[in-house]
């Protein structure tokens, strides 16, 4: 079954809004990777966490892994146009070989 | 340094017809992976491909299948194409095995349509 489960599927914000995505795993991971992508584009790497409760910003992202290495959460703080796109989370559980890619959280940002 | 190249970028088949795809990683790269991305099921890894050997297998049937060449550069390849599997195909490359904490780095993906 699906091992990453990510929600919400969709966020239409409005600009400036703030914005998370949660990614939830059944099992613990060894690392979870964020990708964005554009309308039309391909996902693009943002970042690895591979720490228990790592946290990471990269200006208005702020990425966070949780204690037990089961969840994560990206929040975007003021979202703008720029941010539009979709988010999937990646998490490499222990004992498996691969990535599990989450469904991704379509985001939209009304101007 | 050169992106993920995949060709061709678009694909119409018809159902029974078989299509190989390829995948150029970037140089220096030796791990190739596959994965394919539709509305409904989102993205799903197909195989994983490191020094020309399947390292990683998703939970697709025998028909899709791949290979890797010496110099990283791989190719797909569907046969007896359903009309479920138009996807956008993607690959991936990164230096070394992608579980080994390595960022991927994906192509721009070909966009397979089956009639």
């Known amino acids: 079954g699906q091992q990453v489960m990510q929600i919400p599927q969709y966020q239409h914000v409005q600009e400036g809004e703030d914005f998370t995505t949660y990614c939830n795993s059944s099992t613990t991971l060894s690392n979870i990777q964020w990708y964005k992508q554009r309308p039309g584009g391909h996902p693009v790497f943002l970042i690895q966490?591979?720490?228990?409760?790592e946290v990471k910003k990269q200006k208005r992202l702020t990425f966070q892994f949780g204690e037990a290495k089961k969840n994560s959460s990206l929040h975007i703080t003021a979202t703008q146009t720029t941010d539009v796109g979709t988010y999937f989370c990646a998490g490499n559980p222990y004992n498996f070989n691969k990535f599990y890619f989450g469904s991704g959280t379509k985001l939209n940002v009304k101007p | 340094k050169a992106g993920v190249t995949q060709t061709p970028r678009y694909l119409i088949k018809t159902r029974g017809q078989q299509v190989t795809l390829s995948c150029s990683p970037i140089s220096g790269h030796r791990s190739v992976s596959w994965y394919q991305q539709t509305p409904g099921q989102g993205l799903q890894f197909l195989f994983e491909?490191?020094?020309?050997?399947?390292?990683n297998k998703g939970n697709f049937p025998g028909r899709f299948s791949g290979r890797q060449f010496s110099n990283s550069r791989s190719e797909m390849n569907v046969s007896t194409l359903e009309l479920g599997d138009s996807a956008l195909y993607l690959c991936?490359?990164?230096?070394?095995?992608?579980?080994?904490?390595?960022?991927?780095?994906f192509g721009p993906g070909t966009r397979l349509t089956v009639t």
């Open positions: 491909y490191f020094s020309e050997t399947q390292r």
């Open positions: 991936a490359s990164s230096l070394t095995l992608a579980r080994s904490f390595n960022e991927q780095y």
């Open positions: 966490l591979v720490k228990s409760g």
